[in-house]
Nanobody, 126 residues
């Protein structure tokens, strides 16, 4: 079973930046695609970004394209999310996750994942 530990959240002003990290253990990190979700109060958990196991391809939800960058360091078993040009609507708890199976895919539905870490809170003030 994967263990996930998110960090790096905090308070930022609109237009500012934050960098989130996700330390994963329990399974061979480099064999799995990884991704980020977020959940704001009263809303369902939503897909934000994903990256293939080798870092060769990235995917983003439309609202963060051009502002967020997902990356990974397979030597450190760590996933990152660089968030620039933050907006108030980015305020949420951010969660990372690991694809259920090895290979290229990363299901964007939160229901596909059985385990979640505690998440990290991102608050953007306008």
């Amino acid at each position: 079973q994967v263990q996930l530990q998110e960090s790096g959240g905090g308070l930022a002003q609109a237009g500012g930046s934050l960098r989130l990290s996700c330390a994963a253990s329990g399974r061979t990190f480099s064999s799995y695609s990884m991704g980020w979700f977020r959940q704001s109060p009263g809303k369902e958990r939503e897909f934000v970004a994903a990256i293939t196991w080798d870092g060769g391809r990235t995917f983003y939800t439309d609202s963060v394209k051009g502002r967020f960058t997902i990356s990974r360091d397979n030597d450190k078993n760590t996933l990152y999310l660089q968030m620039d040009s933050l907006k108030s609507e980015d305020t949420a708890v951010y969660y990372c996750n690991q694809a259920p199976t090895t290979g290229w895919g990363f299901p964007p539905q939160a229901s596909a994942y059985d385990y979640w870490g505690q998440g990290t809170q991102v608050t953007v003030s306008s």
